[in-house]
C-alpha cells in the first residue's frame, strides 16, 4: 500500500512559490513539554504534550508524545492519544529563501497561517522548529492504522525567563485516525504553558 503523504492542500505550494513563508530550514534541535488547552474549548481542560527533534549530526532523531482526552474526534472515544514511532523530519525553519527548502517547515507555514499566525520572515524571527513524524495511537478505543499516519509539531520559542519576548506557541496537525482529512488537518493550537527550548547544534 501506497502511503499518503502529510499535506495541507495547495495553501503550502502557493506560499512557498511567493516567497512569503520559512519554508528553508538548517538543521537544529528542539525540545519541549507542558500544556495547552484542549481542542474541546471547555475551560480548564488541558492537552498535555512533549517532545524532542534532532537533525544537527545528519541524523534526524527525536520523540513526541500529545494527549489530549477531551478532544471531540467524530467517530472516536477517549479523545487524542498519539506518540511517535519514527521522525522523518525535524527542521529549524530558516525564513524564505536561506538553508534548503524543508516540506515541514513549508507545512508548518501553510499551517501557522491558516490560524492567523504570521510566518512572514520579520528582521529577528524567533525560532520556529517543524518536526514531522509518524504516529501511533495510546488510545486502547483507537487502532493504528498501516501503513502509519503522519503527524506535524510546529513550535515556536519566544525565549527563555525574563528575556522571553512572549508565551511559546505549539500547532499540531495529524492524518487519520485523529485527523479529520486523509492530507491531515490541524488538530490543536495556542500559547503553551511549559517551555519550549531552541538548541543550537552541539548543545
Keep these: 500500500m501506497n502511503k499518503k503523504r502529510f499535506s495541507l492542500g495547495p495553501v503550502s505550494l502557493f506560499l512557498a512559490a511567493s516567497g512569503l513563508c520559512g519554508c528553508y530550514a538548517v538543521p537544529g534541535k528542539v525540545s519541549g513539554g507542558g500544556w495547552m488547552p484542549s481542542a474541546s474549548g471547555t475551560p480548564g481542560q488541558k492537552a498535555v504534550f512533549g517532545f524532542n527533534g534532532d537533525s544537527c549530526d545528519g541524523q ?17 472515544s477517549g479523545g487524542i492519544m498519539m506518540r511517535s514511532t ?25 499551517a501557522l497561517e491558516s490560524v492567523g499566525v504570521s510566518v512572514a520572515p520579520p528582521a529577528t524571527p524567533p525560532p520556529m522548529y517543524a518536526v514531522l513524524f509518524d504516529y501511533a495511537s495510546m488510545n486502547p478505543a483507537v487502532e493504528t492504522p498501516t501503513p502509519a499516519p503522519e503527524a506535524l509539531v510546529c513550535a515556536i520559542d519566544n ?31 495556542g500559547y503553551a504553558e511549559g517551555n519550549i527550548k531552541a538548541h543550537s547544534c552541539g548543545q
Design 159 to 189: 525565549g527563555q525567563g525574563g528575556t522571553a519576548t512572549g508565551d511559546d506557541f505549539v500547532l499540531i496537525g495529524a492524518q487519520p485516525p485523529f485527523g479529520s482529512s486523509s492530507s491531515g488537518s490541524i488538530l490543536n493550537f
Design 86 to 110: 519514527q521522525i522523518l523530519e525535524a527542521k529549524l525553519c530558516n525564513g524564505s529563501t536561506s538553508g534548503t527548502f524543508s516540506g515541514a517547515c513549508s507545512l508548518c507555514s501553510s
Design 60 to 76: 534526524t532523531t527525536g520523540h513526541i508524545t500529545y494527549v489530549d482526552k477531551n478532544a471531540n474526534v467524530p467517530g472516536l
